[in-house]
């Protein structure tokens, strides 16, 4: 049997883009049921779930960050509210949009138009990789595409306390060099966990002893991988989306409102495919084209990464004193939040589609 789209990974990026093909022929492969495989602190902000009418998952919303360095504090002020979110109901709502056929397997490689899976192959007109870090097609493409030195590793458990705003606290000597802890109330609980840039998996120890400092239990763990190095959004034939295409940003993390995102905007694109609006090689260069205007912010955020994880804490505290000036603080969070947004886009950042690509084309995506 054909399909129009076949898309490896039915978490965030995966179902984003099967929500933009209702009545179109799609089929989601994940290993896992949908929703069953929660690996974050489901942290995003309350617009990006609105423009997707995902509003129903919200558990808490956030109106600002606290960042806890040794011996001081730094609040800052959200401009918009962040929300903690239900993983299974947030993708259970996705799901519901698309009415994408779903089979749990594990996808294993490509032969041609065959996606091979676990239970059975099955041929797809566009295939997309949605699988994660891992990108489980597009690493059989490209062997390097997927570089150990390039990923964070986070550990999260539920602890039952509550609380108001997202934490995170930055102690190189006490908690974690080169990585991050945090606690995201989500209504009773928290989701309470732990980052390493370097990508050390040896986490447990550490978030216990932090518990343990606050008097808390853990409850459960989950967590993975998660790439700080952005790759080719397309690799062969192969669209790539989310952490498959390395679409976390460094220093914060957030991979969820990318993965929405690019999601959302390469499912529109395939849609305009399918319906012959747009040949492959267009929607190719446009989605290039999306990510690439990018890439400088991408760029920019695997850069702070490197550094401010090198300076001693006294020097990060007075860059966070900066940080946190209103003027200067207004500015950051415009830069960094405005460039994910799902609402009408404006501006060369807003643009669809490739400028070089014919006149028409461009018309009805601009
Ligand atoms: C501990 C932790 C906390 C985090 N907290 C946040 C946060 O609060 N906010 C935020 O924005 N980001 C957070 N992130 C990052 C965020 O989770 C990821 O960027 C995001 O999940 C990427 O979404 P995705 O759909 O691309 O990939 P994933 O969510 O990883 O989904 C990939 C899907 O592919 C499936 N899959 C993989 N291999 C196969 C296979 N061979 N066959 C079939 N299916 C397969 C998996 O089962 C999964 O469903 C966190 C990450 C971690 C590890």
Redesign the pocket.
Known sequence: MGYDVII?????????VAAQLPGKRVLL????P?G??Q??????LVSTLKALGLEDAILQVHDRLVVHTPGRSFVYPMTEPFC?FDYPVLCRLLWDHGNAQFIQ????GLNGDQVQ??DGSFRGGIVVD?????A?LASKVSPDLVRRDRL?????TTARCQGDG?HFWYDPTRLLPMGVT?A?PIGGLT?I???SYRGDTVLSPGLDRFLADLDLQRNGR??????HARRDPVVGSLFL?????G???GL????????LFF?SRLGQMLRALVDGEMSLAEARESYRYLVGVRVPGYDLLCLAQRILTRLPVATLQCLMAFVSLPPVLRRVLAMYLGAFRLGAPRGPAGRRIAPSLDAGVRARWN
């Open positions: 490896a990974g039915a978490s965030f990026a995966g179902l984003a492969v994940d290993r896992k949908i069953a495989g690996t974050s602190a489901c942290g995003t903690t397997a594990a996808v294993l899976t676990s949605a699988s994660g870090w891992r489980v964070s590793f986070g550990l999260e997202l945090w995201f989701r966990g732990m980052g989950h967590g993975g991988y998660f790439p989306v989310g952490d498959a295409a679409q976390c940003l914060t993390g957030e991979g969820i409102r990318p993965a999601g």
